[in-house]
């Protein structure tokens, strides 16, 4: 069974522009959370979606935003990119989500803001 | 606010040194608890998922533990593939809330 996956895998953006990110989940997971992953601050959440309904947003600003499709993939989309941005972004699955279901990762996507 | 706190953060040993990782939490009604281990720039793979007080999981060389306020990671005999960032995370409104990790470096 494949795993998670996310594209691109890396990216180098500048102040100012946006970023769209795409995550594919493990077949028949229907649950997508998004994670950011900074030395500083560790994986901190901030959102999830089932059945294309966003459940839980985490302390983000607005620039941050997500959607989820029919089919289950997820993109996230981060707007008027800040140096502060950049990290690894992860994507998990899991086949209903929190709470108690166990959330498989991806690779992440690493987002340099130059 | 659920609030999770890993120790140490980093634990260097020698092959065969065995040791123990320590995840202390802080949640309204713990739903579960997770461990899983990342290595430098990939995901976090899954290991262990622990419900209740008194669980215990195995898996090779780990085993995690839980009581009412804390987890533990024990890990036995390690080798140098067992070098990684240990991350320790609680179950809340479907988020899960992570702890900074453990960085455990095995030497050959």
């Known amino acids: 069974k494949a795993g998670v996956t996310q594209t691109p895998r890396y990216l180098i953006k500048t102040r100012g522009q946006q970023v769209t990110l795409s995550c594919s989940p493990i077949?028949?997971?229907?649950?997508v959370s998004w994670y950011q992953q900074t030395p500083g601050q560790g994986l901190q959440f901030l959102f999830e979606?089932?059945?294309?309904?966003?459940?839980n947003k985490g302390n983000f600003p607005g620039r941050f935003s997500g959607r989820q499709f029919s089919n289950s993939r997820s993109e996230m989309n981060v707007s008027t990119l800040e140096l502060g941005d950049s990290a690894l972004y992860l994507c998990?699955?899991?086949?209903?989500?929190?709470?108690?279901?166990?959330?498989?990762f991806g690779p992440g996507t690493r987002l340099t803001v130059l | 606010e659920d609030q999770v706190t890993q120790s140490p953060e980093a634990l260097r040993l020698q092959e065969g040194e065995s040791s123990s990782l320590n995840c202390s939490y802080t949640?309204?009604?713990?739903?579960?608890l997770f461990w899983y281990r990342q290595d430098p720039g990939k995901g976090p793979e899954f290991l262990f998922t622990?419900?209740?007080a008194g669980e215990e999981k195995e898996k090779e060389r780990l085993k995690a533990t839980l009581t009412k306020k804390e987890s533990f990671l024990h890990i036995t005999a390690p080798k140098p593939e067992d070098s990684a960032t240990y991350l320790c995370?609680?179950?809340?409104?479907?988020?899960?809330?992570f702890g900074a990790g453990t960085t455990v470096t095995v030497r050959a």
């Open positions: 998990a699955s899991s086949l209903t989500g929190p709470p108690t279901d166990t959330q498989y």
């Open positions: 995370a609680v179950e809340g409104d479907y988020k899960l809330s």
């Open positions: 622990l419900y209740s």
């Open positions: 949640v309204s009604g713990l739903r579960g």
């Open positions: 077949s028949g997971h229907r649950s």
């Open positions: 979606y089932f059945s294309e309904t966003q459940r």
